[in-house]
């Protein structure tokens, strides 16, 4: 799952929100410099990678893209999923999408010293170009993917992956919704059980 599920996921809860955040640049025990709540939001994170890189309907997706792009293929999957999340955004809550977008960037402004130096860099990009809105337009995916692309080591090819979700729009628009209503309660049952 990519930014726009993973702040969605947090659940409103700001601790968790920040660590949800910055949890991929918080490698291994490193999570438990940080204060409680942001550890929460650390391993909820993990958890929510977890649970979807072991979920059927996302593995089908990934071996489908896989023949294109290789170990790629789940990174795709994460921004495909987060396009779905915004462009059908009205299905899961009551607050428009630009206003939770940007209630998001406040809220990692106020406390950027808790984000790591990459994190914080990071941000700065993704709030100029209002990522985490403009998710729900292809060109928005477009612009993400070629990103992605770019900054790869090796030739990836993720620029062109927007003509496989074209392609096969309605599939995986079916897969994510299917998809989204179980890692939701998974991922409520899990925040739960993680904050006794």
């Known amino acids: 799952m990519n930014y726009l599920s993973h702040l969605f996921l947090s659940f409103e809860n700001e601790p968790i929100t920040i660590g949800n955040f910055i949890a991929d640049f918080v490698k291994g025990k490193k999570y438990l410099d940080y204060p409680e709540g942001v550890q929460q ?35 795709i999957m994460d921004i495909y999923y987060d396009h779905f999340l915004a462009k059908n955004w009205s299905d899961y809550s009551n607050e428009n999408l630009k206003d939770f977008c940007n209630r998001q960037y406040q809220l990692l402004h106020r406390h950027q010293t808790l984000l790591p130096d990459k994190c914080n860099y990071l941000l700065g990009y993704m709030e100029s170009g209002d990522w985490l809105y403009n998710y729900q337009f292809i060109e928005g995916i ?55």
Do not use: C
């Not at 996302?58 to 071996?63: Q, T």
């Not at 030739?155 to 062109?160: F, V």
């Not at 309660?185 to 059980?193: E, K």
């Open 41 to 75: 939001g650390i391993l909820i994170h993990r958890e929510i990678d977890h649970y979807a890189d072991n979920h059927p309907i996302f593995l089908d997706g990934k071996r489908r893209l896989a023949v294109d792009y290789r170990h790629y293929a789940g990174v």
């Open 142 to 196: 477009q612009f993400a993917l070629s990103g992605m692309s770019r900054r790869t080591s090796f030739t990836s090819g993720m620029e062109r992956a927007v003509k496989n979700l074209t392609d096969d729009y309605e599939r995986f628009e079916r897969e994510f919704q299917l998809f989204f209503k179980e890692i939701l309660s998974h991922i409520h049952n899990f925040t739960a059980q993680i904050k006794k």
